[in-house]
């Protein structure tokens, strides 16, 4: 515990002392991995930061704007609320087709880990901005299972039920914080000085994205976005890939009821 406040603070006081455009601020992955292991809840990252614990009762959303790049997505739809803000640790999946000499990668869905951040959305989101990046060098969590304490503010899952519907399931046996399927509506690329990968390597950021709900009656969530991405994206073409794979991504996503 002690260790995580230390971490936290090493955070906020970085944050103060280097430019906002500097992301990479904690001199590669190093630091990080050196002191992540499995079994630490370094996702755990809502409630790691001084002061949390008193302010996540009367946390208010009001007021809390979404990042926004240069190309700007479609504002939600009119009489929409923030509902959640999760960020998500997983994979990105690709298949290629071995027989076909000048084939790229196709996406066949992703897999990740929600963690609740919808106060510090609220409360700092300068902080929030860079968890993507920094989630990106830790271990996706060795437990999926959100009753294990390293998954104190997991808010559930995010997968895919067909290539082209997105799942978000946040109701768990802790927490009712809603569900739904969701298809893409609008895709913008990430901004150019995004983490194109794990240590600094890589192909580049997924997309940020607007997702409109497959069956808005019912379900809660009606509309979501993926924002401030860290890698994800495949390799331009196939040669020396494997039929199936998966690239290591990170990134914020805002949900609105
Ligand atoms: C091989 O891949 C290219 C690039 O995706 C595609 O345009 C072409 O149709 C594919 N060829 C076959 C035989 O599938
Ligand atoms: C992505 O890969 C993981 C690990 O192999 C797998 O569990 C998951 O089902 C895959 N997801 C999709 C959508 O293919
Ligand atoms: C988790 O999300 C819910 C909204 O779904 C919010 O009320 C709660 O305060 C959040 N907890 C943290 C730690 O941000």
């Given at each position: 515990?002690?260790?995580?406040?230390?971490?936290?603070?090493?955070?906020?006081?970085?944050?103060?002392?280097?430019?906002?455009?500097?992301?990479?601020?904690?001199?590669?992955?190093?630091?990080?991995?050196?002191?992540?292991?499995?079994?630490?809840?370094?996702?755990?990252?809502?409630?790691?930061?001084?002061?949390?614990?008193?302010?996540?009762?009367?946390?208010?959303?009001?007021?809390?704007?979404?990042p926004?790049?240069?190309?700007?997505?479609?504002?939600?739809?009119?009489g929409?609320?923030?509902?959640?803000?999760?960020?998500?640790?997983?994979?990105?999946?690709?298949?290629?087709?071995?027989?076909?000499?000048?084939?790229?990668?196709?996406?066949?869905?992703?897999?990740?880990t929600?963690?609740?951040?919808?106060?510090?959305?609220?409360?700092?989101?300068?902080?929030?901005?860079?968890?993507?990046?920094?989630?990106?060098?830790?271990?996706?969590?060795?437990?999926?299972?959100?009753?294990?304490?390293?998954?104190?503010?997991m808010?559930?899952?995010?997968?895919?039920?067909?290539?082209?519907?997105?799942?978000?399931?946040m109701?768990?046996?802790?927490?009712?914080?809603?569900?739904?399927?969701?298809?893409?509506?609008?895709?913008?690329?990430?901004?150019?000085?995004?983490?194109?990968?794990?240590?600094?390597?890589?192909?580049?950021?997924?997309?940020?994205?607007?997702?409109?709900a497959?069956?808005?009656?019912?379900?809660?969530?009606?509309?979501?976005?993926?924002?401030?991405?860290?890698?994800?994206?495949p390799?331009?073409?196939c040669?020396?890939?494997?039929?199936?794979?998966?690239v290591?991504?990170a990134?914020?996503?805002?949900?609105?009821?």
């Amino acid at each position: 515990m002690l260790f995580l406040q230390a971490t936290v603070l090493f955070i906020l006081s970085a944050l103060a002392s280097s430019a906002p455009t500097e992301k990479r601020w904690f001199g590669g992955a190093n630091w990080w991995t050196h002191h992540a292991s499995a079994s630490s809840g370094y996702l755990d990252f809502g409630r790691r930061w001084p002061g949390a614990e008193s302010s996540l009762s009367s946390c208010s959303l009001s007021g809390v704007k979404m990042p926004a790049s240069s190309t700007p997505l479609p504002a939600p739809a009119d009489g929409l609320t923030l509902s959640h803000v999760a960020i998500g640790r997983g994979t990105q999946n690709y298949t290629c087709d071995l027989s076909n000499a000048t084939a790229v990668p196709a996406p066949v869905g992703a897999l990740a880990t929600l963690f609740n951040v919808t106060c510090l959305a609220a409360s700092a989101p300068d902080l929030l901005s860079i968890l993507p990046s920094i989630a990106l060098e830790l271990p996706v969590p060795s437990s999926s299972d959100v009753q294990d304490p390293i998954n104190q503010d997991m808010s559930g899952h995010h997968y895919f039920i067909d290539l082209t519907t997105a799942f978000f399931n946040m109701d768990t046996s802790l927490h009712q914080y809603g569900s739904g399927a969701f298809k893409k509506v609008n895709a913008v690329p990430a901004p150019a000085t995004a983490p194109k990968g794990q240590y600094g390597r890589g192909d580049g950021a997924v997309a940020w994205l607007k997702l409109d709900a497959k069956n808005d009656k019912d379900q809660i969530f009606q509309q979501v976005y993926r924002l401030n991405t860290a890698g994800g994206n495949p390799p331009k073409t196939c040669k020396g890939q494997k039929a199936a794979f998966e690239v290591q991504y990170a990134a914020e996503y805002w949900l609105f009821e």
